[in-house]
């Protein structure tokens, strides 16, 4: 099992990136797929999560409205475009797999395994 996520870099206050978390090794269609972050000496915290069974999404309050989940399962591939980006958005970004987003899927331990991190950075 591997994910691979790319599509960090640097970006003004306001603008927008599109990251991507490539999968192999399963089937994406049968996992739920559970966007993370993690800044510097902060805890790591869930941002969303895109259910394989009902199609739900999970978005974590403080990226409502800005961010938005996909998956595409014929590529194997889940997005996260991320729109009106601020400072502290900045952060490395991860994805991993869960068997579904459950009610708490914003807990790290819920995931089962992670891709390597891209890095985000919010400045002007």
């Known amino acids: 099992v591997q994910l691979q996520a790319s599509g960090g870099g640097l970006v003004q206050p306001g603008g927008s990136l599109r990251l991507s978390c490539a999968v192999s090794?399963?089937?994406?269609?049968?996992?739920?797929i559970g966007w993370f972050r993690q800044a510097p000496g902060k805890e790591r915290e869930g941002v969303s999560c895109?259910?394989?069974?009902?199609?739900?999404?999970y978005y974590a309050d403080s990226v409502k409205g800005r961010f938005t989940i996909s998956r595409d399962n014929a590529k194997n591939t889940v997005y996260l475009q991320m729109n009106n980006l601020g400072p502290e958005d900045t952060a490395a970004y991860y994805c991993?797999?869960?068997?579904?987003?459950?009610?708490?899927?914003?807990?790290?331990?819920?995931?089962?395994?992670w891709g390597q991190g891209t890095q985000v950075t919010v400045s002007s």
């Open positions: 991993a797999t869960a068997l579904r987003c459950g009610s708490v899927w914003y807990y790290p331990y819920e995931y089962d395994y």
């Open positions: 090794g399963f089937t994406l269609d049968s996992y739920a």
């Open positions: 895109t259910s394989s069974s009902d199609g739900n999404t």
